[in-house]
């Protein structure tokens, strides 16, 4: 490292949006600057790093924004980035502007590309951001909590119409791959059932659920469907209304709704350890790592590990909303 130019950071936020991205970028900067570092935005994730489009990022240029969902920087899905001569585009406006490293708020996919970038040289740190709770390696992601607090209260809503009129409400919850919200919406919201990607339910099944529940008295079920269950909610909805279950249906798509919002408290404290971790672990020369809550402290998690391992719905947790739907 030449000791005579300051350490140049540059940070960007990629793939779905995620409340608490804008607390972690605001961590990012004013612990950069704290240790005498440049920190340079970088515009729409890994297309903005392709392009170039990087702007400096003072202290007063991330006020105002830990409280705001969404992201400053904005965000993309790069497909262009996934490509080696993307990659190489990126790695040379880096070294244009001088960059020496590079802190990526992001999921699953967009902490494949940093792992990508840190095999070529580049150091990198990644910081999970995704409402998903999909990546592996923390406990929790940045902007899950906000989404689970959503949902908790749509369904609140939902199920005040639902007991009213003796319905049961299908919602569908995001999730492409995990099934964690959709699980921990069962826990929180009392859902009747809860599909997830992880375990393939038949609509027979879900059936008789509901027809059950409405046998031993409820006034309303709640059913969870993620997303990627493999069961469309309007259909599983129109299923149970041929095979009269007892309860007339009603489908919610919860959808981008999920997505935004302030972050929680949880969230933006989360955010912001997490960027002040991330900085710290770039001037010390580190690389390849990403920040993952352990237990009470932040640690860092080979990127190598991260990528190359699923993270999926706690089963234990799903057995239990069915106890609990009693
Ligand atoms: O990865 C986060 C996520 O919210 C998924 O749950 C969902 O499938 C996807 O993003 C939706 O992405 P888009 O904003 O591109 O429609």
Redesign the pocket.
């Known amino acids: 490292m030449d000791i005579s130019k300051p350490f140049t950071i540059g940070v960007l936020t990629s793939?779905?949006d995620a409340p608490g991205m804008n607390a972690a970028i605001r961590a990012v900067v004013r612990t950069g600057m704290t240790h005498g570092a440049n920190v340079f935005g970088i515009t729409g994730g890994y297309e903005g790093l392709v392009a170039g489009e990087f702007r400096p990022l003072g202290a007063r240029d991330v006020g105002g924004i830990l409280q705001r969902g969404g992201t400053i920087l904005q965000t993309s899905?790069s497909a262009r980035f996934m490509e080696p001569h993307g990659q190489r585009d990126a790695i040379r406006k880096m070294n244009e502007v001088g960059m020496d490293g590079l802190v990526v708020i992001g999921?699953e996919g967009s902490l494949k590309g940093a792992y990508a970038l840190h095999q070529q040289g580049i150091k990198v740190v990644g910081i999970p951001g995704?409402?998903?709770n999909?990546v592996w390696g923390t406990n929790i992601s940045v902007g899950t909590d906000t989404a689970m607090n959503t949902i908790m209260e749509a369904v609140d809503k939902l199920r005040d119409t639902a007991s009213s009129h003796r319905r049961a409400f299908l919602i569908e919850t995001?999730?492409?791959n995990c099934g964690y919200l959709a699980v921990m919406a069962g826990i929180v919201c009392g859902a009747e059932i809860v599909l997830i990607p992880e375990v393939p339910v038949a609509v027979e099944e879900v059936a008789r659920t509901i027809e059950d529940a409405y046998m031993r008295g409820k006034t309303h079920a709640i059913i969870i469907n993620a997303?990627?269950s493999g069961i469309r909610t309007t259909d599983l909805s129109r299923a149970l209304e041929d095979k009269d279950v007892g309860f007339k249906t009603r489908v919610t798509i919860l959808g981008?709704i999920?997505?935004g919002g302030s972050p929680t408290a949880y969230d933006r404290l989360l955010a912001s350890r997490m960027g002040y971790k991330a900085v710290e672990a770039l001037l010390s020369g580190k690389s390849g790592v990403m920040t993952g809550l352990k237990g009470r402290g932040v640690d860092y998690v080979p990127l190598e590990d991260v990528i190359s391992h699923k993270r999926t719905a706690n089963l234990e947790y799903y057995e239990m909303t069915k106890t609990l739907a009693r």
């Open positions: 793939g779905g899905r999921g995704s409402i998903d999909d995001m999730g492409r997303e990627g981008h999920q997505r």
